[in-house]
């Protein structure tokens, strides 16, 4: 079992930024996916970002640039350093931790309760 737990989340201004953290208990972050994911209200979930576990990353064309994801295995920690924020980024920030059971597939399997990210104009 893998507990998540996400901060870090607030309120902002356009063109602000924030970083969210997401700590990791249970079992080590290392050798596993990890990836970040967010809702907004009355949109479906997307996935923002993902790094494997060789540490290859990839962001959603729409935070390309702005975000970056990163992680510190001895800590149990995933980061992920949010800049230039929009209001279109307002939504909840949900860490998870998973696997790849193909090449660009990743399955999720532990989720944190997330996160509020609120960017106002």
Do not use: H
Not at 52 to 73: C, E, H, L, W
Not at 103 to 112: A, T
Request: proline letters at 5%.
């Amino acid at each position: 079992q893998v507990q998540l737990v996400e901060s870090g989340g607030g309120l902002v201004q356009a063109g602000g930024s924030l970083m969210l953290s997401c700590v990791a208990s249970g079992r080590t972050i290392s050798g596993y996916a990890m990836a970040w994911y967010r809702q907004a209200p009355g949109r479906q979930r997307e996935r923002v970002a993902i790094m494997t576990p060789d540490s290859s990353i990839a962001y959603a064309k729409y935070v390309q640039g702005r975000f970056t994801i990163s992680r510190d295995n001895a800590k149990s920690t995933l980061f992920l350093q949010m800049n230039n924020l929009k209001p279109d980024d307002t939504a909840v920030y949900y860490c998870t931790w998973g696997y790849i059971p193909a090449p660009g597939l990743y399955e999720p399997e532990y989720w944190g309760q997330g996160t509020q990210v609120t960017v106002s104009s």
